[in-house]
């Protein structure tokens, strides 16, 4: 079998301080690299065209159409998507470069490591963070949704590659709490529009088993603080999420769109 060629797929906004380490830690894979902008004013669109790549620019449609947009501009059928502050280690480039020599799935997932608080968490929710990322366009392809969008095989199976991807987001914490309040008014949002109801038990018992699975079973304890900051902030947006569907249905408004 003939090694498909392959396309690094973006999308970007104001990433200008971080994705010259993304496009080299993958620039040798590539084949094709494709960036889709939403109208950054840095310097990431002439940083993405030092690097090769074929930039296109889209007024922001929502994690799930944008990526899928950006997918459709690929050049070619197998496609590495990357988030702008992502980067792959060596062992990962190597492990794609050898499934990609001879591709016997319709998609890889791989473990991404988060940094939070300055360091990279080991265990909980944040590692292994598994991540489905390359992947051929014809039998996969993002899901719709505006946030928390993941990769769909719609034929055939799933492999897994050794090696991390390394999540190297760099906000601080303020603008970690607001972007996580975006979030749950998108997820509230989506539940409202599809008729969701939850009650006292679900508000309360959500946040309590997810700090209870992640903190205790899942070691996130061993993170020490900054292990504890990242669940206890995820278990506390999961009961504000289900907090503001109760609001929606008590406000009684339209079902957005």
């Not at 946040?207 to 506390?236: C, E, K, N, Q, T």
């Not at 609001?247 to 079902?255: D, K």
Request: contains cysteine.
């Amino acid at each position: 079998m003939n090694k498909p060629a392959l396309s690094l797929v973006l999308i970007t906004h104001n990433a200008a301080s971080q994705l010259a380490q993304t496009l080299e830690s993958a620039r040798a894979l590539a084949d094709d690299i494709v960036v889709l902008d939403s109208g950054s004013e840095d310097d990431t669109v002439a940083l993405a065209e030092r690097y090769g790549a074929r930039v296109t620019h889209q007024p922001f449609l929502g994690f799930g159409p944008q990526k899928r947009l950006a997918v459709s501009l690929a050049r070619h059928d197998w496609v590495l998507c990357l988030d702008a502050d992502e980067r792959l280690t060596p062992e990962l480039a190597q492990s794609i470069a050898a499934a990609l020599a001879a591709p016997d799935k319709a998609a890889y997932r791989f473990a991404r490591r988060n940094r939070f608080f300055g360091r990279y968490l080991k265990h909980g929710e944040a590692y292994p963070d598994w991540c489905l990322r390359l992947f051929d366009r014809r039998r996969a392809n993002w899901s719709e949704d505006m946030v928390h969008e993941t990769v769909r095989v719609v034929d055939g199976a799933t492999g897994t590659l050794a090696g991390d991807l390394l999540h190297d987001s760099a906000e601080e914490l303020g603008h970690y709490l607001q972007k996580q309040n975006r979030y749950t008014d998108i997820q509230a949002d989506k539940l409202y529009a599809a008729g969701k109801r939850v009650g006292a038990l679900k508000l309360i018992g959500s946040p309590l088993v997810r700090f209870i699975r992640y903190y205790v079973f899942r070691l996130g304890f061993l993170d020490g603080a900054a292990g504890f900051a990242h669940i206890a902030i995820g278990s506390f947006f999961a009961f504000v999420k289900y907090a503001k569907l109760i609001e929606r249905w008590r406000q009684g408004g339209p079902t957005p769109r």
